[in-house]
């Protein structure tokens, strides 16, 4: 199962993997546009991004949300209706939405972050 590996003794807040994300899949460093997310938590930093755990498949009434044969949970922008359900569904938090964005977005597993974490924070797991 393809999915991303957290280590955040590792992270130091830098917010690399937010600025990767954000302009991968929107062209823009926003950190409100990323799908991962890190949080400050006490004098250490928490990473937050989707375990592809399936869980909203089960809430998608236009069965836009689906689990890929690599594990990883997949929104089709096409037949997406806008609904958020899976936003607010999502136990974790991990399905991201955007006042400029049509549909909500979630991480998908591509590994750029990682690739591109100074601190070796992330990694990608297959």
Known sequence: MKKLI??????NGCGTC???CSKAFFKIADKERSSIRVV???????IEV??????????????AVTKADNGVIRIN????????ICVAECLRG????????PVPF?????GLCA????????????
């Open 6 to 11: 957290t280590d955040a003794a590792k992270c």
């Open 18 to 20: 937010e600025e990767v």
């Open 40 to 46: 400050k938590d006490g004098d250490n930093y928490k």
């Open 50 to 63: 989707c375990d592809q755990c399936g869980d909203c498949t089960k809430w998608c009434s236009s069965l």
């Open 77 to 84: 922008k096409n037949i997406c209706v806008g609904c958020l």
């Open 94 to 101: 991990f399905f991201r939405y955007h006042d400029d964005e």
């Open 106 to 110: 979630k991480c998908l597993a591509c």
């Open 115 to 126: 690739k591109q974490c100074p601190t070796g924070a992330l990694a990608l797991a297959e």
